[in-house]
């Protein structure tokens, strides 16, 4: 099932699959869903981790780029958007993807390249665009395009405080 698939100017198709059951193994299909991202001229890039609103949460999470694991990071205790941004270090590059403004807005960053994201809606957008900036390449596009098929609300302190139970009671087996 498509989460999301569009045509990329320079780059042609671009899909975003949600859930990737493909890059989970199915003895862990109920403890583990995944995201995944291929396309024409991008790298497949995917994302696995606990399942939370049908999306892969930042939680025990593993990412893969361009065939390579890729390692990544957050501060759960750190309160501003900019102390609670993940960073990510994929191959050989160092990333950070924030949420700006409010849950539907996204920005993934290196140095000399930044991809803003937005989706039509948080829950089930139709319409995911983005706008990149500087030397962007094609696996920035999609690293980008993969987090909008991850769970990353807790990626501002509101929204890890609105998430935390529902996070809370998942892990629990509720």
Do not use: K
Not at 55 to 61: C, E, K
Not at 123 to 149: I, K, M, N, W
Not at 158 to 174: K, N, Q, T, V
């Amino acid at each position: 099932m498509a989460f999301w698939r569009g045509e990329l100017g320079g780059l042609g198709l671009v899909e975003l699959v949600v859930p990737a059951l493909e890059v989970v193994p199915v003895a862990d299909q109920t403890r583990t869903c995944g995201a995944m991202v291929v396309g024409d001229s991008v790298p497949t890039s995917y994302f696995t981790g606990m399942p939370y609103g049908g999306r892969p949460r930042l939680a025990s999470g593993r990412l893969n780029v361009a065939g390579q694991q890729a390692a990544f990071e957050r501060s759960a205790l750190r309160t501003s958007r900019q102390g609670r941004a993940l960073r990510i270090w994929a191959v050989g590059r160092e990333y950070r993807y924030a949420e700006t403004g409010n849950r539907r807005h996204h920005v993934l960053e290196r140095a000399d390249a930044r991809v803003d994201m937005v989706r039509s809606s948080w829950a089930r957008p139709e319409v995911l665009s983005g706008t990149p900036q500087g030397a962007v390449d094609s696996v920035d596009v999609s690293l980008a395009v993969l987090f909008e098929g991850v769970y990353t609300r807790n990626l501002s302190l509101r929204g890890a405080l609105i998430s935390g139970p529902g996070r809370l009671a998942d892990r629990l087996g509720g």
